[in-house]
């Protein structure tokens, strides 16, 4: 049972470029989540997903996108990076009414 | 906003030695939950204490909330070096939340 997988786990882009950062989980949750990690910042809520086909913004999310397009799937989507989203990106999913699991973290640094 | 703040922002104690962590939010909530986080990898959940609870174990740890106070605390018992980690609070507030708002976290150094 792998859980919640992300990929990929390192990644250097230069500012402008576009990536997806990919996050899976076998767990057949409904919930979905991605959050930022910064230091001296905690966490914060990007995007999340509430079931297959839905999205919804959280507290920081100017500059991403997100899709959910398999209930199994969360991708996290930038456009034109920028030096701000440098950063470490963690995916999250939990059933209704329970603690999160975590996927290992994605490190992204735009140069 | 940070809903949830923990207290202290760092801890160093001896092996053996019991940890105590604090938390405070701010609004009204369903639960909290307590996740840590090792470095450089990603948080585990460690135990969920909802709002009509008011303590809650899960072997070495122990879990109290107060409502009116709005506040929870971790005590992690006879602490070893493998504790060694940040220890995050989390709110989820109302029932109707999908949300999860996570605190800026206890650092926690267990020395042998």
């Known amino acids: 049972n792998a859980g919640v997988t992300q990929t990929p786990k390192f990644r250097v882009l230069k500012t402008g470029q576009s990536m997806t950062l990919l996050c899976a989980q076998d767990m057949n949750h409904e919930y979905m989540y991605w959050y930022r990690q910064d230091p001296g910042m905690g966490l914060r809520l990007i995007h999340y997903s509430v079931g297959e086909g839905t999205t919804a913004k959280g507290e920081v999310p100017d500059g991403y996108n997100v899709s959910r397009l398999k209930k199994q799937n969360f991708l996290l989507g930038l456009e034109s990076a920028a030096p701000s989203q440098t950063s470490v990106y963690f995916c999250?999913?939990?059933?209704?009414?329970?603690?999160?699991?975590f996927g290992s973290g994605t490190r992204l640094t735009v140069v | 906003s940070q809903q949830g703040e923990e207290d202290p922002q760092a801890l160093s104690i001896q092996e053996g030695e019991n940890a105590t962590m604090n938390c405070s939010y701010k609004t009204s909530i369903n639960n909290l939950q307590w996740y840590r986080q090792n470095s450089g990898r990603g948080l585990v959940h460690l135990i969920l204490?909802?709002?009509?609870?008011r303590e809650k174990h899960s072997g070495r740890l122990r879990v109290t909330l107060d409502t009116s106070k709005k506040s929870s605390s971790l005590l992690i018992t006879a602490s070893r070096a493998a504790d060694t980690a940040s220890y995050f609070c989390a709110s989820q507030s109302g029932a109707g939340s999908y949300q999860l708002t996570f605190g800026k976290g206890t650092k926690l150094s267990v020395i042998p």
């Open positions: 999250a999913s939990r059933p209704a009414n329970y603690g999160y699991t």
């Open positions: 204490i909802r709002s009509n609870e």
